[in-house]
């Protein structure tokens, strides 16, 4: 229905609430949109650099995390320890 209303983006959540981006919810958007014409935004709950990279894996183009500078600095750590 989002696609077919010229949605550019769908997404999982505000991230204000106590739920969030799940896996599940990422797959099933992803699923159901056709990625060429709708993205998709995980937000809420992606609190760590595995949480991102799992969303990414699910099918989503775009994340929304208040934890972005702890993600990178996880990041930053896992490369120099390369």
Do not use: H, W
Request: proline share 1%; aromatic share 2%; net charge negative.
């Amino acid at each position: 229905a989002a696609q077919e209303a010229g949605a550019d983006y769908v997404k999982t959540s505000t991230g204000f609430s106590t739920g969030g981006a799940t896996l599940e919810d990422l797959r099933l958007m992803r699923g159901c949109t056709d990625p060429d014409c709708v993205k998709v935004k995980a937000s809420g709950g992606i609190r760590s650099l595995d949480d991102l990279i799992a969303c990414l894996q699910a099918g989503a183009d775009r994340i929304g995390a208040s934890a972005t500078a702890a993600i990178v600095d996880e990041m930053r750590a896992r490369k120099q320890n390369q």
